[in-house]
């Protein structure tokens, strides 16, 4: 079984990390300018040294990409890049786990899975571009290959995501869009 997602370029991922972000603090830091009527230097310094501390967090964020996930007997075969460099990891079931992890605010939650393999981890979702349905395929792939069941804390977070797919899946088909483009 073969899943896959959109390729996104590395700046696409940094535009989409960073942007909502910074305009949401320097719209928030130009209202306490003109609530207050306080110094625009100091608030431009401010918002110039945020800016450039969550540009490298972004940066950091966006450096490593994974867009197609496959599934064998035994073994899951993640593929992704590293900037734009392609890599390709072979991760062995039996030896792994998988973690559901959230960010995000009280508002708006989403997810995604660490595979976790001895010292080494991959996390699939973690920019955001998988659609649900596949993740909740990806989940319950590994448990079955791995001969796990689903625990009480995975199910209760595999029932959101369910709902999230569903909620998109009805508004797509109400607004003629194609989730899986």
Partial sequence: MILTTKYLTFWTRVRKEFLAGFLIITAIMLYIYFKDRKDIGRIGLMILGFGFVYLIISLIKAKTFVNEVKITEGKIIVTGHDFDSRWEKEIDIKTS??????????????????????????????????????????????KRIKGEKIIFDEKYYLDIMEKKANEFSARDIASGNDLKK
Avoid: A, C, M
Avoid at 99 to 118: A, E, L, P, Q
């Fill in 97 to 142: 786990d998988i973690k559901i992890k959230s960010k995000g605010s009280r508002v708006k939650v989403d997810y995604y899975f660490t595979i976790v393999s001895g010292n080494r981890s991959v996390d699939i979702n973690r920019s955001l571009n998988w659609d649900y349905f596949s993740l909740l395929t990806i989940f319950r792939e590994f």
